[in-house]
């Protein structure tokens, strides 16, 4: 079977970047949907992602066990954190950081916890995690990801887990048979709209073997698309639309109600 | 049965939302007031982000205080020149406000600034309604007639000069307390996000003296357009109001007004005032609470820039 140029280019790429032995696996995924619709009665999404893991050359043995992690981020977000503290009895903003452009949404699915997949320098440099993924914000004037145990940011992350839009699930991946696994990538019902990424990278014994990606896209369809584009584009239409839709429900209730 | 709202980007059940349209729109009609100061909370409470909750409530606030102006309007219980007189101050005061909230927003301060202005207003008007209310059960206890002479008729606010006849309420006072009164009410209805109507109320009666015949009715012209008005602007420039989260609320709200406003009408003025007396005064209670205790999080996030 002749593999495509631009799979061993990226499979090439990613061997680069990851210094890993030589190449001897290659992912093969599929997503089972590319755009989830978000219409009047979306209620979240869950997605599923198959692979498998393949030789990348017809003799090469495959190993006995892999480990997978997959990421999906979304489209990207300013967001301001802040803090309160007890000022003359009263609970007053006192403090607050700036996260720049950090993902909207997070999905960390892997098929155990992401510290028994790689070590510590691994997972930074390959942005494992939530703990090691890139969240830069702005202290003054310095833009810098903080350590993993700074407050602003354990607090931005548990915000965000708690609003369903970060997640990190040590058991998202199941390995079907030791080379087949399905991923489940759940949306929540308030999912941002926009492109995200999939990013799966396959490791065994604390190595990063192969990487690839693929994406997807959170789009409003139908009346919801056409509703949200008219408030964007169109604001003040929108508004008097919406101010008059006011009055005649308004009058409306008069007379269906009126009793003199 | 969910419904995904589109700008405020949630499912949300159409039943809750319906029913608390319902009810609001049942007190609002009650009493006369908009009732913003109840359902914003109650928005914010469902998961609904604050700034998505004070623009849509305001085409809400629009609906119901149409249907309530248009039965007011029907009873000849609306003095349209003392409206009009109050809008001409509110619009001022609502730009005014307007900027503040921005400039609240930027800093991170506007939560604080609406909990304590609503702690503040609501406990101070929920006592002066209750003593008020308490004092006019009483002499209807004690099988006295309502007193014809308000008491206090002539105050300091009718020394002040620029004097104006309003013939349907049929008093006499200067426009400086008017204008003062439209201006604050288009200030903080702007700030908090709120009609104002329960202010308004109040402020008519005990300043300007306005008879309860024509008093509630001319506050819902105020409120009407101020919250019409708001409506547009907030559409315009924010993008913020989610119309069918507004269309649910909107025909909760003006079925709700109307049995409210008949239940209204069947009690007395005094015993009305005393009740919305101690909802004003509960709802400021709530707030002064979530202040003072230990808030679950005390952290919190804000969108700045999407994308």
Redesign the interface.
Known sequence: MRVPAFAIAMIAAAGAAASAPAQAEKLVVSLSTHRVA??????GAELVLFGTIEPDAPRTALRSSYDLVTTVTG???????????RVL?????VD?R?FIRVP?YLGVLSNRPIQQIADTATARKLQLGLNYIILTQRIGTDFADAVSDDP?RL??V???KE?EQYREEANGVTFLTPTVFRVSIPLP??V???TYTVDVKLFAGGQMLSRTNTALEVI?SG???Y??EA??NH??I??????M???L??????VV?R?? | MQIYLPIADLPVNIFLVLAMGLTIGFISGMFGIGGGFLMTPLLIFIGISPAVAVASVTSHIAASTFTGAISYWRKRAIDLSLALMLLAAGILGTAAGVWLFAVLRAIDQLDLTIGLSYVTLLTLVGVLMIKEGVQAELRARRGQPATLRRPGSHNWVHGLPLKMRFKRSKIYVSLIPVWGIGFLIGFIGAVLGIGGGFLLVPMLIYFLRVPTATVIGTSMVMTLVTMTSATVMHAATNHLVDAVLALILMVGGVIGAQFGAHTGQRMRAERLRLLLGLLVFAVGLRFAYDLVVIPDDLYSIRVVRSQ
């Open positions: 978000v219409t009047s009665n979306f209620i489209p990207n977000v300013t967001l301001r954190t802040r803090r309160k503290e009895g009263i609970w007053v903003n607050s700036e909207s602003f607090n931005f548990n915000l965000q609003a019902a308030n941002p709209t926009g409003k009346f919801e698309q509703v949200f408030s964007q604001g003040l929108y508004g008097v639309v919406t101010a839709m006011a009055l429900i308004g009058w409306f209730a008069t109600f009793r003199d």
